[in-house]
């Protein structure tokens, strides 16, 4: 191999890594600017979102308890029978 073919395939190796290095770069640019936009809830916001999500999982979770522990009672007496 030449030495001008090996200079020129490590000159676009060299190309194919700063192109790709700019487009990770602009993605985390991207990231940054977006995350700019967002708006943010207070804290009295999270803490109340946050309260309300974990009250009704604990509601749905007594919900399932109950019906799971009704229906197997309902499923013994059916099988003693």
Same mark, same amino acid.
């Given at each position: ?29 991207? %990231? ?5 936009? $967002? &708006? !943010?809830? /207070?804290?009295?916001? =999270? ?6 999500? *974990?009250? %009704? ?5 007594? $919900? &399932? !308890?109950? /019906?799971?522990?009704? =229906? ?6 059916? *099988?003693?029978?």
């Amino acid at each position: 191999m030449s030495e001008n073919a090996r200079t020129s395939k490590l000159a676009a190796f060299g190309k194919k890594i700063t192109a790709a290095g700019k487009r990770v770069v602009r993605f985390f640019k991207d %990231i940054r600017s977006e995350l700019k936009k $967002v &708006i !943010w809830p /207070s804290k009295e916001q =999270l803490v109340k979102s946050t309260v309300s999500v *974990l009250l %009704i999982c604990l509601l749905i979770g007594a $919900v &399932i !308890w109950i /019906s799971d522990g009704l =229906l197997g009672i309902l499923v013994e007496w059916t *099988l003693k029978r």
